[in-house]
């Protein structure tokens, strides 16, 4: 078990730490080129979004030289990979499947990358950030520009209407039948905007946020000697403890302190805590 932050269990508990210590999720620098999803609302009218499958990849914003994170860090991808990407700012998502987040993960964390392994790793593009217009605009202005030119690395991720509410609701249950992760909605009449903003939204069949480790509690039992759950802060800074869903591998080498993790939660209680938080995953560093 990780012991960077197992002194501050005991005063965590004891309520000797004061959370201000602890740098807040909410600090982390967002890179300012990428859009970023709220949740989506079953009052909104559908019919005014475009709607595609939410990938559970690592999002990319290509800036015309460099691959980078969503938080400006360099993905340090093959030269091949991105030697014929357009000199256009792009916004997207490296993915390589459904279900299998972990492995892109092994991929694209190396500093020296594995052209192999990169080999299935792909750049599924949404978004044309510098092209003037609204979002049905800039989707046929960006599919003109792959069309255009050659890209081995890069895919046009699909995005359509819906006629109804209960078109959206097909929509999702047909991804989630095939091992999908949701949907994503894009306000068909809106600029391409930066930071989280109401034009961008997420559908999944349960509510999932993201929260930053600072520390673990030990564990009972048969988890004797390894983690018995992560102590999370998420972008509220609510503190609160991540057990259910953690795998043995998870608790004998547990995400690390600082490091980010998705949770799947149903609703939150009066005070704002999560009800049922299960964890995923970690995700990458950004």
């Known amino acids: 078990m990780r012991k960077t932050c197992l002194a501050l269990l005991v005063p965590l508990a004891l309520g000797i730490v004061s959370p201000s210590l602890i740098q807040p999720a909410s600090a982390r620098v967002v890179f300012p080129g990428v859009s970023l999803a709220e949740r989506y609302h079953h009052s909104l009218d559908p019919t005014r979004y475009l709607v595609s499958e939410k990938l559970d990849g690592a999002r990319a914003y290509w800036d015309g030289q460099r691959l980078l994170s969503r938080t400006g860090n ?4 093959p030269d091949w990979f991105t030697a014929d990407f357009p000199p256009e700012p792009l916004d997207g998502e490296l993915w390589i499947g459904r279900g299998r987040f972990q492995e892109l993960m092994s991929v694209i964390r190396d500093t020296v990358p594995d052209p192999l392994a990169w080999r299935a790793v792909h750049y599924h593009v949404f978004d044309l950030p510098d092209a003037l217009g609204d979002a049905e605009s800039r989707q046929r202005q960006l599919a003109a520009l792959l069309d255009s030119q050659r890209q081995s690395a890069i895919r046009l991720v699909p995005q359509t209407r819906v006629s109804s509410r209960v078109g959206l609701d097909r929509e999702l249950e047909r991804i989630v039948a095939a091992g999908g992760e949701g949907v994503m ?4 009449d809106a600029p391409y905007q930066t930071g989280r903003h109401g034009g961008l939204l997420k559908l999944t069949p349960h509510e999932d ?17 390894r983690v018995g759950a992560l102590i999370v802060e998420d ?15 998870d608790r004998a080498t547990p995400p690390a302190v600082g490091s980010r993790v998705t949770y799947r939660f149903s609703g939150r209680t009066e005070r704002g805590l999560p009800r049922f938080a299960r964890f995923l995953r970690e995700r990458p560093a950004d």
Not at 74 to 77: G, H, S, T
Not at 185 to 188: A, E, F, T
Not at 235 to 244: I, N, P, R, S, V
Request: charged residues 20%.
């Open 235 to 249: 972008a509220t800074g609510q503190l609160f403890k991540l057990g259910t869903g953690l795998s043995d591998a």
């Open 209 to 225: 946020a993201e929260a930053t480790v600072i520390g673990y509690t030990d564990g009972r039992g048969k988890h004797t000697g």
């Open 185 to 188: 909605l894009q306000l068909r």
């Open 74 to 77: 360099e993905f340090q991808a």
